[in-house]
């Protein structure tokens, strides 16, 4: 039976080829993501075994958005027993602008201003190859790669960007080098009390790191220096600092894994449905051989075992060939990457044998699950049928089981989809809705060769009209087998519900930011922005002095601690109620001084009401405390978060190195001339190089734009499961043009044109196209515009309904399917009409 298997699938290469693609590309997926993931954690790893050896603890902040650690605690730590050298560290994100005035991109590598050591405590000083060390203010180094990649040369005048600290012109007086220099880094290292003025509020090290002495441990060494520190400090060890590094690049990569795991899955799965439909048809196609082998003898058992052996093969040679394709297109990603200048270090590709494993396990179980159920088919053959001419057919009874459990999961869909739009807060309603999308979908697909009749018979008399008889033939010829069209379209139908979902959350994201503009939340002139991380706070001030501004009202980013938790939210300079009024349900607008206002959500979450005192401290629950009075509640404002503090509050309770706006919002003074007072706020920021001016149309379309960059990515990462749906096509219309080819041919036989055959299998395949299609389009605007309702208190209030977009996806289909045709399509015209009729072999 194994002999009989193999010359099966060495006889037809072309069903083989076309199965093979759909595994293929599913795995090539699962693989790529595990490889361009494993090679960036391997590349950071070894940078952090080089950056941070030689730390045996480090001391720092047990929470972010603190000053740091205390400068004076390093004479303490020294003296803690087993501490051999002490060696603090200052830095910090920075933008540097070149000698022409350009700022330097460095494309998300790290673009970082710090102190220069010159002489070895802990770690070893960096390798100075050209120039001199920076020793006074003004002076600073640069890593070798980066002067080489920038265009930097000694001698040359930067201006170095922070955002809390003023805008420093520095002259490159040396070039040097590290083990971890690569991939677009940027180091600029300043005099160590110049880096301590510019990057920190003058009193704190961003941490400190500790060597221990020969014998002691890391772990007794981060415990003793614990006891000597404060409660807002901590000790890690050496290992636990490499530890950390490397767990916030493994999740920083899992955006990218979880989106290429995400498609492949996806992949595959749209692959089973074309891999159960080839087999089914192989089986029908098949029957006379196969009862034939039971009537000499062959056993049910061994019939199935023949069938799932041929798909064991395939999906062995299916997976090998994806896990080849996954390595290309790692290595293809990882070139575009470097293309874009994303600044990624540089390293080899990395194949861990867990990839191979789960590549080939997961292609080839998806294969033998997928034929199984057409295998078991096969076994059930009885020998008597080899003396017919027909091929087998599902049993009416069969249906109606398949449209019975349909039908109840349907009724299952309905109800999780109604609780999910009862449910009080978002995350059980996304879960509910979750679920009717998972029961809908697999109603969708145990119904469909019901719903193929209701939706090709008169989508078939509207596109078939023009054609005549070639229409009717071909309505007939796609509803003849209601399991296989259902089967070849569900395949689309997955492909064409994720983009329409996605089409629906993207579009109503981007009305639900033109509605903020239109209807008057957002009524500043113009908006001041930062792409390279907070607006700095000196820029803000600038555009105050500029002639002809109204108010300048700025929002910075607050975190603190109340009752031991640590909480976010905003902290207003400036008259808030000309660019973003908020709405009072309670109380009084007052945020004044030691005042405060908080929304109704967050009032309702934690008992908070005019009247009621809280008492702030910084976000490490240590330091300066203030206690704020709630004046009032407002109704939830996205733009302005759960609660709105002074300018003052933020300033006594965040440290000085993390001030920073998120927006400066700027209305133009009554009588000022709009256009003059834009000119003024561009040359007041010119000299901060990373703030853009924009008005609220241009801010609209920068947000908006960002949207549609984002689902152009999922746009693009989803077409393969549209690339497989239409393999899927070629693939059944192919087998059905063997299937039927004494039909073809007598209908050549009768008169048929050849022009008239291709024509009609054109039509059918247009036809199945649609169908799924629109299954897709109709569950993606419905579950798509659920999933925005869900996201109301995330900021999108509106949902919006792409139609076009939907009409387009559809008119897509249709020439998907008749793509997808013209191949069978030339094949079944060449039928000969002699041979077909005489039942010769194709």
């Given at each position: 039976m194994r002999t009989v298997a193999v010359r099966n699938l060495r006889s037809h290469k072309v069903r083989l080829l076309l199965t093979l693609v759909s595994v293929l590309l599913g795995t090539a997926f699962v693989s790529g993501s595990f490889v361009f993931t494993d090679t960036l954690k391997r590349s950071f790893d070894a940078i952090f075994a080089t950056s941070d050896e030689g730390i045996d603890a480090r001391v720092q902040p047990r929470e972010d958005f603190t000053a740091g650690v205390p400068t004076d605690l390093v004479r303490r730590i020294a003296r803690v027993p087993g501490v051999a050298a002490v060696q603090p560290q200052i830095g910090a994100q920075v933008?540097?602008?070149?000698?022409?005035?350009t700022r330097i991109s460095t494309g998300g590598a790290p673009s970082q201003g710090g102190a220069w050591q010159d002489r070895?405590?802990?770690?070893?000083?960096?390798?100075?190859?050209?120039?001199?060390?920076?020793?006074?203010?003004?002076?600073?180094?640069?890593?070798?790669?980066?002067?080489?990649?920038y265009h930097l040369a000694v001698g040359d005048r930067i201006t170095v960007v922070a955002p809390n600290a003023a805008v420093t012109t520095a002259r490159v007086v040396g070039l040097y080098r590290v083990a971890f220099d690569t991939g677009g880094y940027l180091g600029a290292l300043f005099p160590p009390r110049q880096a301590l003025t510019l990057f920190t509020d003058g009193r704190h090290y961003t941490t400190i790191d500790v060597s221990a002495r020969a014998g002691v441990t890391q772990?007794?060494?981060?415990?003793?220096i614990e006891r000597v520190l404060p409660a807002d400090l901590e000790a890690r060890t050496g290992r636990q600092v490499r530890d950390d590094d490397t767990q916030d690049v493994a999740d920083a990569l899992s955006f990218i894994t979880v989106i290429l795991l995400g498609f492949g899955i996806v992949a595959l799965l749209v692959g089973t449905f074309i891999i159960y439909n080839t087999f089914s048809m192989i089986v029908a196609q098949r029957q006379r051989e196969l009862a034939l082998l039971r009537a000499v003898g062959a056993s049910r058992r061994q019939v199935q075992r023949s069938v799932v052996f041929e798909s064991l093969v395939t999906g062995l040679v299916g997976s090998a060939l994806g896990l080849a394709g996954g390595i290309g297109l790692a290595y293809g990603l990882?070139?575009?990457?470097?293309?874009?200048?994303v600044g990624l270090p540089a390293g080899e590709l990395v194949l861990l044998v867990r990839t191979v494993v789960v590549s080939i396990l997961l292609g080839t179980a998806v294969t033998v699950v997928a034929a199984w159920s057409p295998a078991r088919r096969a076994s059930r053959i009885a020998p008597v049928a080899a003396m017919r001419e027909e091929f087998a057919t599902p049993t009416a009874a069969g249906l109606r089981r398949r449209t019975a459990l349909g039908a109840t999961v349907a009724a299952l869909a309905v109800l999780g989809t109604i609780l999910g739009l009862v449910a009080g807060d978002a995350g059980s309603a996304a879960s509910f809705t979750g679920l009717g999308l998972l029961a809908a979908v697999i109603a969708t697909m145990l119904l469909s060769p019901v719903l193929a009749r209701w939706v090709i018979h008169p989508l078939g008399r509207v596109v078939g009209r023009p054609f005549g008889v070639l229409g009717r033939l071909a309505r007939t010829n796609a509803v003849r087998n209601p399991r296989r069209t259902a089967a070849t379209g569900f395949a689309l139908t997955l492909g064409m519900l994720l983009v329409t979902g996605i089409a629906v959350v993207g579009a109503s994201a981007k009305a639900s930011i033109g509605e903020l503009f239109s209807n008057g939340d957002v009524r500043a002139d113009y908006i001041l922005t930062s792409d390279a991380g907070p607006l700095p706070v000196r820029a803000a001030a600038a555009a105050g002095q500029v002639a002809g501004v109204g108010s300048t009202t700025e929002l910075h980013p607050m975190v603190v601690t109340v009752a031991g938790d640590q909480v976010t939210g905003t902290a207003v300079d400036g008259p808030l109620e000309r660019v973003l009024p908020v709405t009072m349900t309670v109380g009084r607008e007052s945020y004044g001084g030691t005042d405060m206002i908080v929304s109704e959500t967050y009032a309702a979450d934690h008992g908070w009401r005019p009247g009621t005192t809280h008492r702030f401290t910084g976000a490490g629950g240590t330091g300066p405390a203030v206690t704020v009075r709630v004046t009032g509640v407002y109704r939830d404002a996205d733009l302005v978060g759960p609660w709105v503090v002074s300018g003052t509050t933020y300033r006594t309770l965040t440290p000085h190195n993390r001030w920073g706006d998120d927006v400066a919002l700027v209305t133009v003074a009554a009588g000022a001339d709009a256009g003059a007072v834009r000119a003024g706020l561009e040359r007041a920021v010119n000299d901060f190089y990373v703030v853009d001016v924009r008005d609220r149309d241009e801010f609209r379309g920068y947000v908006a734009g960002q949207v549609d960059g984002l689902l152009g990515l999922l746009y693009g990462l989803l077409a393969l499961a549209i690339v497989i749906a239409i393999l899927g096509i070629v693939n059944t219309q192919a087998l059905s043009v063997v299937e039927r080819r004494r039909e073809l041919g007598m209908l050549r036989a009768v008169g048929m044109q050849r022009a008239q055959v291709r024509r009609t299998v054109y039509l059918e395949s247009l036809l199945i196209a649609v169908f799924g299609a629109f299954?897709?389009?109709?569950?993606?605007?419905?579950y798509g515009s659920l999933f925005t309702r869900t996201l109301h208190d995330e900021g999108l209030r509106v949902i919006s309904v792409p139609w076009v977009q939907a009409v387009v996806f559809l008119v897509l289909a249709a020439v998907v399917g008749v793509l997808a045709a013209l191949w069978p399509g030339w094949r079944a015209a060449r039928t000969p009409p002699l041979d077909a009729v005489s039942g010769a072999a194709a």
């Open positions: 933008a540097v602008v070149d000698a022409h005035g070895r405590t802990v770690q070893d000083p960096p390798e100075l190859v050209r120039g001199a060390a920076p020793t006074a203010t003004g002076q600073v180094a640069v890593n070798e790669s980066a002067a080489t990649r772990a007794t060494l981060a415990a003793r990882r070139a575009l990457l470097d293309a874009l200048d299954l897709g389009v109709v569950l993606g605007v419905a």
